[in-house]
């Protein structure tokens, strides 16, 4: 059973910031630690004792990250702004590595854009998401059916959903950070059109 200790995300197990867990512990393939999740970006002020949830996070997080090793290979996750991917560069600095595959799906960039863009020597692909998950959006990236993995535990799920990244050939349009926050759209309000 591999550590979180041992791995790229023991710095954010420290730390706090690995919430709302679905599955947190060793995957299929040995020496290997599973994600799924929330990874906290910014959290309020904490008065006395009190747990308060954090301002945002990068939420419905897909990681896997190997023992002994100090980077993340591969992560996808969702954000509720374009504006907050220069915070996942900054908590995840020194968790990501320039070879890795990183993919954030925003709220509020337009539904036919796909970016690729550079903080630092990190490389993330950039895509929208509107009314489905992350989870989904992956498997369909990446060409698998669920009918392909519905008889694998949830590790081996996740297992065969991010080993099938590396052999992904995303040549979307390489864009500047500031490029991408002027082309941002207006965060939507979620709740919006849900029954009371």
């Known amino acids: 059973m591999t550590a979180i200790e041992n791995t790229a995300l023991g710095r954010l197990e420290k730390e706090g910031r690995l919430l709302n867990a679905v599955l947190k512990g060793g995957t ?3 020496g290997r630690f599973g994600f799924r999740g929330d990874v906290a970006l910014r959290f309020q ?7 308060r949830p954090p301002d945002y996070s990068i939420e419905q997080v897909l990681t896997i990250a190997q023992d002994g090793e100090r980077t ?8 509720h702004s374009l504006a907050y991917l220069a915070d996942v560069a900054a908590v995840l600095d020194g968790a990501l590595s320039p070879d890795g ?45 669920k009918d392909d993995i519905k008889k694998i535990d949830p590790a081996g799920k996740l297992d065969c959903l991010l080993d ?4 992904l050939d995303l040549s979307y349009e390489e864009i500047s950070y500031g490029d991408a926050l002027k082309r941002m ?5 979620r709740n919006e059109n849900r029954p009371v």
């Not at 550079?118 to 929208?128: A, N, Q, R, T, Y």
């Not at 099938?164 to 052999?167: E, L, N, R």
């Not at 759209?185 to 309000?189: F, L």
């Open 72 to 79: 993340i290979s591969v992560l996808a996750g969702y954000l």
């Open 164 to 167: 099938a990244t590396k052999d």
């Open 185 to 189: 759209e207006p965060v939507k309000n």
């Open 45 to 51: 002020t904490q008065v006395a004792d009190e747990k």
């Open 101 to 145: 595959s990183y993919f954030m799906f925003c709220n509020n960039i337009d539904l036919l854009a796909k970016y690729r863009i550079k903080l630092g020597d990190i490389k993330f692909h950039v895509l929208p998401c509107d009314e489905s998950t992350v989870w989904k959006e992956m498997m369909e990236l990446v060409g698998l059916n």
């Open 28 to 30: 299929t393939k040995p």
